[in-house]
């Protein structure tokens, strides 16, 4: 099988540019997993193989929970691929919540699945909302990790903005380890080009 880094460049997913992250850092890539995940069967192949290592793990999962947007179409298929429910929260005025009707059992087993893992953060604010509804949050998933969270059986070090909890696993298929910097602090500002969203601008 090809490398995750393959996929994503194949797809037109990896970008270079000048990019402003979700988390409100500056990066020169960008990884657009919807360019990857637009192809329902690379979709399947990367849940598969992602829920390989969860089910190895012995870990089980009812549930699995993803914030939207980006997280939906993983966790969609990483549900399938582990036979358990799918559902995803979304922020309404910056909160995030749980709407749609979708509800959540006292010690349901939930995994949070986003797309990518930088910091972490969303995925935090979605176990959050499920967790105050009586969730056993299992384990976090994404097909690919920023270099700044630890995935499972990696030898890479956590850091110290990574926001997910040390006590529950995370997953993930493969490291993208690329430079991300402070908005204050980015040699592509000191440049003189401007950061953008990756969306905003027809990507
Ligand atoms: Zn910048």
Redesign the pocket.
């Known amino acids: 099988m090809k490398s995750l880094e393959d996929i994503y460049r194949d797809a037109g997913a990896y970008l270079e540019g ?3 992250l979700s988390s409100g850092k ?2 020169k890539f960008y990884l657009q997993s919807a360019k990857v995940l637009e192809n329902p069967k690379t979709a399947n192949l990367l849940a598969e193989k992602l829920s390989q290592m969860i089910k190895k793990s012995g870990i089980k999962v009812d549930t699995v929970c993803s914030p939207a947007l980006g997280g939906i179409l993983a966790g969609y298929e990483l549900a399938r691929a582990l036979d358990a429910r799918f559902i995803f929260t979304e922020r309404v005025d910056k909160v995030m919540t749980l709407r749609r009707g979708f509800e959540v059992k006292k010690n349901e087993n939930i995994l949070i699945c986003e797309d990518i893992i930088t910091t972490g953060g969303s995925a935090l604010e979605a176990a959050k909302v499920v967790e105050a509804d009586g969730a056993n949050i299992v384990a976090f998933a994404a097909l690919a990790n920023r270099g700044i969270c630890k995935r499972q059986d990696a030898k890479t070090e956590k850091k110290s903005q990574c926001k997910l909890p040390d006590d529950i696993p995370f997953f993930a298929l493969d490291d993208f380890t690329f430079e991300i ?1 402070d ?1 204050d602090n ?5 440049d003189g ?3 953008y969203k990756p969306g905003s601008r027809g990507n």
């Open positions: 000048h990019f402003l500056h990066s910097y908005s980015c040699p592509l500002c000191l080009t401007i950061a």
